[in-house]
């Protein structure tokens, strides 16, 4: 049973990698820096989100991802800098690495326009020793790993408003080979990374002096593969607790949670119901946020960004 869940992981992986070499994340409105660098300083404090998302749990290999990240603007609020650092394993495959993002913020009345570019690396290792083959066979191709080092750059903009924001951003504008001489094995992998392509947005609706609906989307492109869209909902309750729903194209169905525990701190957790046929040989995705901000101005943490 082991091993055939490990074929059907590799299949999927082998399929559809090249769409998903940037790690996926539900709770993607509270972590825009890891897909826009321009979203570097908009919470207009020092932010710091930390998040933890694992898929498909109860499949061998099923991906695992953490990621940290830290954003602030800088000076008079014009430069917003931010680093993110992640860690994204797939079966036999691991990625790690830290980008580091700059935005210049342009004030257009009550809106703000900022545009970003980063840059980084990711360590790319994927171990083909572990990969179990029949009884006596020997392959060359699983003798060894592959170790590369992937620098990239990315480039995006956003425009945000205290209700509304709307962002446009190509995170990885190098296709590095991820190949190496004599392990073509990876060519199953995409062979190459692919430019992915994020569009995203949101609006904030009043409903009561108590009761908020904050909407959002996602729109991921990338050659070879199908758009897929999110499309979530969060109604708050007195700006302090958030329940939501998401719907993932084709795919899965998320339920949110949020808290905001103190003016400072948040907490988030996200369900992932998979609507393939997938989700028979798993329990569904989970992904935990934390996110903590350090005011400078009382009033800015008070009354932080709507998104």
Known sequence: MLGRLWILLF???????????????????FNTLAINPAYAGSREVLSITALNR?????????????????????????VGVGVQVFNDKVGIIKTTGAF?????????????????????F??????????????????????????????NFGAGVYLTTRKFYIGLSVPHLLR???????????KSYGGRQSMQFFLTGG????????????????VKQVSGAPIQADISGNLW?????????????????????????????????????????LSRFNSGSHELMVRYEFGR???KVLSPRTF
């Not at 299949?11 to 409105?29: F, H, K, P, T």
């Not at 009550?110 to 980063?118: D, E, I, N, V, Y």
């Not at 590095?176 to 990876?186: A, E, Q, R, Y």
């Open 11 to 29: 299949l999927l992986v082998s399929v559809g990698v090249s769409a998903q070499q940037d790690a996926m994340y539900s709770q993607y409105m």
């Open 54 to 78: 694992s898929q498909w749990v109860g499949v061998p290999g099923a991906p695992q991802t953490q990621t940290v990240s830290a954003h602030t603007p800088i000076m008079k609020e014009s």
């Open 100 to 120: 580091f993002s700059y935005a210049y913020r342009i004030r257009m009345g009550k809106s703000m326009l900022a545009m970003g570019l980063q840059g980084g």
């Open 122 to 151: 990711a360590s790319f290792r994927a171990d083909y020793t572990q990969v179990e083959l029949n009884t006596g066979v020997v392959d060359p191709t699983f003798s060894q790993p592959i170790n590369k080092v992937l620098p």
């Open 176 to 186: 590095n080979n991820l190949t190496t001489k004599g392990l073509d094995i990876s």
């Open 203 to 218: 609006y904030s609706f009043d409903l009561t002096s108590d009761y908020c609906l904050k909407t959002s989307f996602l």
């Open 237 to 277: 309750i007195k700006d302090r607790v958030a329940f939501g729903l998401s719907y993932r194209s084709a795919s899965d169905l998320v339920a949110m949670i949020e808290v905001q525990a103190t003016p400072y701190l948040r907490f988030g957790y996200a369900y992932d119901y998979g609507l393939k046929k």
């Open 297 to 299: 101005e009382r009033d």
